[in-house]
């Protein structure tokens, strides 16, 4: 009889025990899981737009901090149950594996902090027109890993984030003007005033030129066969269709009137000299 008596005294505790550490991680585990949903998360959402980061940063670190928010949640629920000793094991082996994951993944985690970056500083936006080493085109789509970038040859490309956040890129249309200029060469006989006025009138007769400011024209050259002019001029509301037209029609221009002005508009020549001589052997038969 004692015996028995002792077994179930011994039950009891047991059973006792388990409730209690079942109580413990149920109310650990919901009081930060609560904080998390309710406090945390959006407090981040909060603090996330009023930096101005875009959608889809948002949408990242609250996935991110959701998870971390489940993660921690256990943890605590182990702890008040009185799991310590399990955490502990079960956070050097989490650690190991983020560790190798990290190694593995470190290429992949650079695109993704890049493009948190280009998102929140946004150098440029879909739609841009950018250059960047030899290549060019139109911005299609930003993703937090690439950027999706349309050719003027009207090709995808698609261009990881850490390379476009680690290089020099080019926005021509990040502001309201752009400004031109194109270097046309005259002969060294050629009046080089006449040339200048015609320049800058043909600009000045272009609508889509601005006035203010002015075009302007500078002799920037001597080369072996010509007189360099440079022209400079803006133009508002730059797109890359606007920017080769309006260049295409106002140095047309400026060549039509050269030619009615008997302004040339010279190449380079070259000559050689010397001579050729040819010997020629016969065999004998």
Same mark, same amino acid.
């Not at 310590?84 to 190991?96: D, Q």
């Given at each position: 009889m004692l015996l028995l008596q002792l077994?179930?005294?011994?039950?009891?505790?047991?059973?006792?025990?388990?409730?209690?550490?079942?109580?413990?991680?149920?109310?650990?585990?919901?009081?930060?899981?609560?904080?998390?949903?309710?406090?945390?998360?959006?407090?981040?959402?909060?603090?996330?737009?009023?930096?101005?980061?875009?959608? @889809?940063?948002?949408?990242?670190?609250?996935?991110?901090?959701?998870?971390?928010?489940?993660?921690?949640?256990?943890?605590?629920?182990? @702890?008040?149950?009185?799991?310590?000793?399990?955490?502990?094991?079960?956070?050097?082996?989490?650690?190991?594996?983020?560790?190798?994951?990290?190694?593995? @993944?470190?290429?992949?985690?650079?695109?993704?902090?890049?493009?948190?970056?280009?998102?929140?500083?946004?150098?440029?936006?879909?739609?841009?027109?950018?250059?960047?080493?030899?290549?060019?085109?139109?911005?299609?789509?930003?993703?937090?890993?690439?950027?999706?970038?349309?050719?003027?040859?009207?090709?995808?490309?698609?261009?990881?984030?850490?390379?476009? @956040?680690?290089?020099?890129?080019?926005n021509p249309v990040a502001y309201d003007t752009l400004r031109q200029k194109f270097v046309f060469g005259i002969g060294y006989d050629d009046d080089i005033e006449t040339a200048t006025d015609i320049i800058v009138e043909k600009a000045e007769a272009h609508e889509e030129i601005l006035d203010d400011p002015g075009v302007s024209a500078r002799l920037v050259e001597l080369g072996d066969s010509a007189v360099g002019l440079q022209s400079r001029w803006w133009i508002a509301d730059p797109d890359r269709g606007d920017f080769v037209r309006v260049r295409s029609e106002y140095v047309t221009a400026v060549k039509e009137a050269f030619d009615d002005a008997g302004i040339d508009m010279p190449y380079v020549h070259r000559q050689l000299t010397g001579s050729v001589e040819v010997i020629e052997d016969v065999a004998d038969e």
């Open positions: 077994d179930a005294v011994t039950t009891a505790v047991d059973v006792a025990a388990i409730a209690t550490s079942v109580v413990g991680f149920v109310a650990g585990f919901l009081a930060v899981l609560l904080l998390g949903k309710y406090v945390v998360i959006p407090g981040l959402r909060r603090i996330v737009r009023s930096r101005g980061f875009d959608e @889809a940063v948002v949408s990242l670190g609250t996935n991110v901090l959701n998870a971390v928010v489940w993660v921690a949640a256990i943890a605590i629920g182990f @702890a008040v149950a009185g799991y310590g000793g399990f955490l502990s094991a079960f956070a050097v082996f989490g650690g190991a594996i983020a560790l190798a994951v990290g190694f593995a @993944a470190q290429d992949l985690l650079g695109n993704f902090v890049a493009g948190v970056f280009i998102l929140k500083d946004k150098p440029f936006e879909v739609g841009d027109w950018i250059q960047w080493g030899d290549m060019s085109g139109r911005v299609e789509e930003i993703d937090l890993r690439v950027s999706r970038v349309r050719t003027f040859d009207n090709e995808l490309v698609t261009v990881p984030n850490g390379d476009l @956040a680690n290089s020099a890129v080019t």
